[in-house]
């Protein structure tokens, strides 16, 4: 599902790092830092997630028309191994 030029989420994960800034709330921040979670992995794999979850969306989007239009010909028609195996 992944367009052209767009890499894997698995490339992009092992690409080169780059520092950024973001806001979060101390609390959870500090509850974070208490129970020694690693920030950076946490957000590459929650933003790997997201990433694949728009993809997939965007996929149904675009393939909306052509999946409805399988399926209606697959009521009308069936498929090529209707009744092969029924006994």
């Known amino acids: 599902m992944t367009g052209e030029g767009e890499g ?5 994960q092992a690409a080169q790092k780059r520092p950024v800034n ?4 101390a609390e959870i921040l500090g509850a974070a830092r208490e129970a020694r979670v690693n920030l950076s992995a946490l957000l590459e ?3 790997i997630g997201e990433l694949a ?3 997939r ?3 149904h ?3 909306a028309r052509a999946v409805w239009a399988y399926n209606e010909y697959l009521a009308s028609h069936g498929t ?6 029924d006994e």
């Open 8 to 12: 894997s989420l698995g490339a992009m």
């Open 22 to 25: 973001l806001s979060v709330s």
């Open 45 to 47: 794999r929650a933003l």
């Open 53 to 55: 979850s728009l993809r």
């Open 57 to 59: 969306r965007r996929w």
């Open 61 to 63: 989007e675009e393939n």
């Open 80 to 85: 090529c191994f209707e009744g092969r195996w």
